[in-house]
Nanobody, 126 residues
Framework: QVQLVESGGGSVQAGGSLSVSCAAS????????MGWFRQAPGKEREFVAA????????YYADSVRGRFTVSRDNAKNTVYLRMNSLKPEDTAVYYC???????????????????WGQGTQVTVSS
């Protein structure tokens, strides 16, 4: 049974930093795309960042590039998201996700991702 368990998140003032992590279990994920999406109230789920099948962690939404850093530890089946210089518009529920099929780059829409975490709240106050 595949399971993604997120931890971290919380509340911070604008300009602060937070980290979230996602531990996967149930199979080996080292050859899968692992990444993060977020969903704010009343908005669609949007891509944040991801690491490709080959391990390249260089895929970011324009809104977070330069502020967020995604990384993965294949030995631990874990993906991380470090968020710096947070803004109120970063407030959302953050979800980790796994895409088992994409082998070139990453997909930035939710549908290819088969496995999802339960979500963790990130709140940034002004």
């Amino acid at each position: 049974q595949v399971q993604l368990v997120e931890s971290g998140g919380g509340s911070v003032q604008a300009g602060g930093s937070l980290s979230v992590s996602c531990a996967a279990s149930g199979r080996t994920f080292s050859r899968y795309v692992m990444g993060w999406f977020r969903q704010a109230p009343g908005k669609e789920r949007e891509f944040v960042a991801a690491c490709s099948w080959s391990g390249g962690c260089t895929y970011y939404a324009d809104s977070v590039r330069g502020r967020f850093t995604v990384s993965r530890d294949n030995a631990k089946n874990t993906v991380y998201l470090r968020m710096n210089s947070l803004k109120p518009e970063d407030t959302a529920v953050y979800y980790c996700a796994v895409d088992p099929r994409t082998t070139i780059g990453v997909r930035t829409i939710p549908s290819p991702y088969d496995y999802w975490g339960q979500g963790t709240q990130v709140t940034v106050s002004s």
